[in-house]
C-alpha cells in the first residue's frame, strides 16, 4: 500500500476525494427535507454505515453528517446525527450504562427544547428500548412508553412513519406481562394507524398480538377472527412467513377446542415454514402440540416421531418453554407403554420446567413490581418537591402582594395625607392672605379716620383763625358733632382698633381694671398719637377734660411729674 501511494498519489488523492464527495452528497439528499421523506435512506444508512460495519468508521460517518448538517444550517438533521450518535452509543456494550442514559436523556431535552416531536419519539423508544433490553428496569421502559403514547396522538403515520410500528411494540410488551386488556388495546391502535409501504407487516405483528391475548383469555373465536385475517393478508412481501404463523396460530386454537383433524394440516404446515425460516422455537411448539394429538389419536408411533423432532427443534432453538409441554407427552406415551419409571422421570421434568418458568415470570413480575414502588416513591418525592415549590412559590407570591398592596396602602394614606395637608395648607395661606387683606383695609380705615378727625379739627381752627367765626358759630359746632364719636361709631373704630393692635384693649383691661369708659377710649386715641385737641374733638368734650382724664390717668398709675404717659401706653 505504501509503495502505490508513492507511485500514485494524485490517483489515490483523486479517489479519496471523490470517495469523500461520494459521501457528503450523500447526506447531501437528506438537508431540508422532513423526517418521512428521508426515512427510508436514514433506515437503510444506519442499517449499512452505523450498525454494519466498525464503530469507529461509524462514528466518522456520524461526524461527516452532522458537518454537512451544520453547514446547511439544517437544525433536524444535526438532531438526527445525534440521535444516530446516541444509537450507536447504546449498541456498544462496553460503554458505562450511566453515560448511554445521559447521552440519550440530553437528546431529549434538545429536542424538547427545540420542538422537534419525531426525535423526542424516536430518543425516547431508544431509552425504553435500553432500559429493557439492557438494564432490564422494565418498569422506567413503561415510563417511557407513558410519555410516548401521547406524543404519538400529535402526529399521524404519514409524518412518523413509526407511529404503528410503536403502538404495536407497545402492544407485545403488555402482552409480555400478562396484561392482555392492554395488549389488545393498544394492537388494536397500530391497525389504525396509517403506514408505509415497508411497514404493511406491522399489522400482521398487531393482529396476531390480539389473537394470542384473545387465546390466553379463553375467547377462541375472536382469536381465530384475527388469525385469518394475518391469512388472507396477502399484500405484503414476508406473506409466506406470516402465512405459516397464522396456521400455527389456528391450529393452537383447534387444539384447545379439541379438534384434531384441522389442527393437524395447520400444524404441519407452520412447522414447515418455520423450519424453512429457522424459526426453530415455533416448529418445537408445533411439534410439540402434534405429538400430544397423535397420543390421544392412540397413534403412539407417530406421537413418539414427533416427540423426537420437538425434542431436535428445542435444542436449535435453545428456548426451554416448549419442554414444559414436551415432557408431560413424554410421560402419557411412557406411561401408556408401561414405562413407569420414565414416566416419572419426565412427569417430574416438566413439573420442574413448570416451576422454572413460574419462578422466572413471577420473577420478572416482582422485578416489575418493585421498580414500580422505586418509582412510585421517586414520583411521592418529587411531587413532595413539587409541593413544597408549590407551597415556597405561594408564600414568596402572598409576601410579594401583601408588600405591593402596602406599597398601595401607603401611597393611599400619603396621597390622601398630603392632598389633605396641601389643602390646609392653603386654607391657612388664604385664611392669612384675607387676615392681612383685612387687617391692610382695617389700617386704611383707621389711618383714614384719624386723618379725618385731625383734617376737621384743622378746618375748626383754621375758621376761627382766618375768618373770626366764633366756637360757639352753629357752622363750628356742627362740624365739631360730626367728629365726636357715637356709640355705633365707636364700636366700629373699636373693632378696626383691635384689628391693627390685636388684643391690647383686652392687655389694658387686664393690666389696669379698674379704668372708666372715658380713660380706655383715651388710652386707645393715644395709642393713635392723636393730640389733645383731635381727642377732645373725637370724644366730645373739652380739651380741659381730656388733660383732667389724663391726671386722673398718671394718679391710679401712679406716675411722676416728669413721667411720660406715652411710654406706658406704648408698653401695654
Not at 420473577?363 to 413532595?384: C, V
Request: hydrophobic residues 40%; aromatic residues 10%.
Amino acid at each position: 500500500m505504501k509503495r502505490l501511494v508513492q507511485r500514485h498519489p494524485i490517483l489515490i488523492f483523486t479517489f479519496l476525494t471523490l470517495l469523500c464527495h461520494t459521501g457528503q452528497a450523500q447526506f447531501d439528499n437528506w438537508i431540508n427535507k422532513p423526517h418521512a421523506a428521508r426515512y427510508q435512506q436514514i433506515r437503510t444508512y444506519i442499517t449499512l454505515n452505523v450498525l454494519g460495519t466498525d464503530t469507529a468508521s461509524a462514528f466518522q460517518s456520524i461526524a461527516r453528517l452532522k458537518t454537512v448538517a451544520e453547514k446547511a444550517g439544517d437544525d433536524d438533521l444535526i438532531l438526527e446525527a445525534d440521535y444516530i450518535h446516541a444509537l450507536l452509543t447504546a449498541e456498544i456494550l462496553s460503554i458505562p450504562r450511566r453515560k448511554v442514559l445521559m447521552e440519550i436523556s440530553r437528546l431529549i431535552s434538545k429536542a424538547e427544547k427545540e420542538d422537534n416531536l419525531q426525535i423526542q419519539i424516536r430518543a425516547r423508544i431508544l431509552l425504553r428500548h435500553y432500559y429493557w433490553y439492557v438494564t432490564k428496569n422494565y418498569e422506567k421502559g413503561f415510563e417511557e412508553y407513558f410519555k410516548i403514547y401521547p406524543l404519538l396522538q400529535k402526529t399521524t403515520g404519514k409524518e412518523f412513519p413509526e407511529k404503528s410500528v410503536t403502538l404495536a411494540q407497545m402492544g407485545e410488551a403488555y402482552y409480555f406481562f400478562a396484561d392482555y386488556k392492554n395488549a389488545i388495546n393498544y394492537s388494536r391502535q397500530a391497525l389504525n394507524a396509517e403506514v408505509i409501504f415497508e411497514h404493511r407487516g406491522v399489522h400482521n405483528t398487531a393482529m396476531n398480538t390480539i389473537g394470542l391475548s384473545y387465546v390466553k383469555e379463553g375467547m377462541l373465536d375472536s382469536a381465530d377472527y384475527y388469525f385469518n385475517k394475518i391469512l388472507h393478508n396477502v399484500g405484503i412481501g414476508d406473506y409466506d412467513v406470516w402465512k405459516g404463523i397464522a396456521q400455527g396460530d389456528l391450529g393452537q386454537t383447534a387444539y384447545l377446542r379439541g379438534d384434531y383433524e384441522k389442527a393437524i394440516p395447520l400444524l404441519l404446515g407452520n412447522t414447515h415454514q418455520a423450519v424453512i425460516i429457522s424459526d426453530f422455537d415455533q416448529a418445537a411448539r408445533s411439534m410439540t402440540l402434534l405429538s400430544d394429538i397423535y397420543f390421544r389419536q392412540n397413534r403412539l408411533p407417530d406421537s413418539e416421531s414427533a416427540m423426537k423432532k420437538a425434542r431436535e427443534f428445542v435444542q436449535r432453538s435453545r428456548i426451554l418453554k416448549p419442554l414444559e409441554q414436551l415432557f408431560q407427552v413424554y410421560g402419557k406415551v411412557y406411561a401408556a407403554q408401561g414405562n413407569i419409571a420414565l414416566t416419572n422421570v419426565y412427569l417430574d421434568s416438566a413439573n420442574k420446567m413448570r416451576d422454572t418458568f413460574a419462578k422466572e415470570f413471577n420473577s420478572i413480575q416482582m422485578l416489575r413490581a418493585t421498580e414500580r414502588s422505586k418509582l412510585q416513591e421517586h414520583r411521592a418525592d418529587m411531587e413532595h418537591m413539587w409541593a413544597e415549590r408549590q407551597i415556597k412559590t405561594l408564600e414568596r407570591n402572598i409576601l410579594l402582594i401583601l408588600i405591593v398592596l402596602l406599597i398601595f396602602v401607603a401611597l393611599y394614606f400619603y396621597k390622601t395625607y398630603y392632598y389633605k395637608a396641601r389643602e390646609k395648607e392653603r386654607i391657612v395661606n388664604d385664611q392669612l392672605k384675607r387676615a392681612e387683606q383685612e387687617l391692610a383695609f382695617a389700617g386704611i380705615q383707621l389711618e383714614e379716620f384719624t386723618r379725618s378727625i385731625s383734617e376737621k379739627n384743622q378746618l375748626v381752627e383754621e375758621l376761627s383763625t382766618r375768618y373770626g367765626i366764633s366756637p360757639n358759630d352753629d357752622a363750628v359746632q356742627e362740624l365739631q358733632r360730626i367728629t365726636i364719636l357715637t356709640d355705633d361709631q365707636w364700636e366700629y373704630f373699636r373693632g378696626l382698633f383691635e384689628k391693627i393692635h390685636k388684643g391690647y384693649l383686652s392687655r389694658l383691661k387686664e393690666k389696669l381694671p379698674g379704668l372708666t369708659p372715658a380713660e380706655i377710649r383715651f388710652m386707645a386715641l393715644a395709642k393713635l398719637n392723636l393730640s389733645y385737641k383731635e381727642m377732645a374733638s373725637t370724644l366730645g368734650i373739652s380739651v380741659q377734660s381730656v388733660r383732667v382724664i389724663r391726671h386722673r390717668l398718671r394718679k391710679k398709675l401712679n406716675l411722676p411729674e416728669e413721667a411720660d404717659l406715652k411710654d406706658v401706653v406704648g408698653s401695654i
